[in-house]
């Protein structure tokens, strides 16, 4: 059974770039989460989806930050345009009656 | 809003030490609550959880008991491992309504040498 799949793993993006990091959420999960991982802030939401419908859009990162599912296996992170201060690591999770299961996340570095 | 506090920063223990993380919470309701470990590389991946008072979570080793009166979810283990280096979150989720988002702590780093 796949886990959640994150693609990039790695991605560097100049200041001002648009980037989009991919999701693909366990099949049959109804719950997606966009997390931001910092060592200083630790993981801070950024987007919640509950049957495709947004439930939830973290208030600090409505600005450049946009979170869309285009079904129920496929999930997009948009940030534009990238700041430096972006650079983290990006981290989708699902779940089903509350079980949630990460990716492995994208290490975003912001130049 | 919800937030969880625990305890900051670093761990450092030799093998066969005892553990205990400090985790407490603030939520308006009656929340589940979560032990989340990362290995490098790696997403969060659950321990355990315990959605009512007096109940203990455990995998592993590790344990915690839901306090509702302290508002505490403590991780504890008898004796570390090498292997349990990694960082530790502690999480809620509001298990009265349709939000099933967590909320984590900062997370702590447990750092075991043998």
């Known amino acids: 059974d796949a886990g959640v799949t994150q693609t990039p793993r790695h991605e560097v993006a100049e200041k001002g770039q648009t980037i989009i990091l991919k999701c693909e959420p366990v099949s049959g999960h109804n719950d997606l989460f966009w997390y931001r991982q910092t060592k200083i802030q630790g993981l801070e939401l950024l987007s919640y989806?509950?049957?495709?419908?947004?439930?939830?859009d973290g208030g600090a990162f409505k600005d450049r930050f946009k979170a869309e599912m285009l079904n129920s296996s496929f999930s997009t992170l948009k940030i534009q345009p990238t700041e430096p201060k972006d650079s983290a690591v990006y981290l989708c999770?699902?779940?089903?009656?509350?079980?949630?299961?990460f990716g492995k996340g994208t290490r975003l570095t912001v130049v | 809003g919800d937030s969880v506090t625990q305890t900051e920063g670093q761990v450092a223990l030799s093998e066969e030490d005892f553990l205990t993380i400090h985790c407490n919470y603030s939520?308006?309701?009656?929340?589940?609550l979560f032990w989340y470990v990362q290995y490098p590389g790696e997403g969060p991946q659950l321990l355990f959880r315990a959605s009512r008072d007096k109940e203990k979570g455990s995998s592993r080793g590790f344990e915690a008991t839901y306090d509702k009166g302290t508002t505490s979810f403590h991780l504890r283990k008898a004796s570390v491992q090498e292997s349990d280096s990694a960082v530790y979150y502690c999480?809620?989720?509001?298990?009265?309504?349709?939000?099933?988002?967590?909320?984590f702590g900062k997370g702590t780093k447990l750092s075991v040498k043998s």
């Open positions: 989806f509950r049957s495709k419908s947004l439930m939830e």
């Open positions: 999480a809620l989720s509001d298990s009265g309504g349709s939000n099933a988002k967590l909320t």
């Open positions: 939520a308006s309701g009656y929340p589940t």
């Open positions: 999770a699902s779940s089903l009656d509350r079980e949630v299961f």
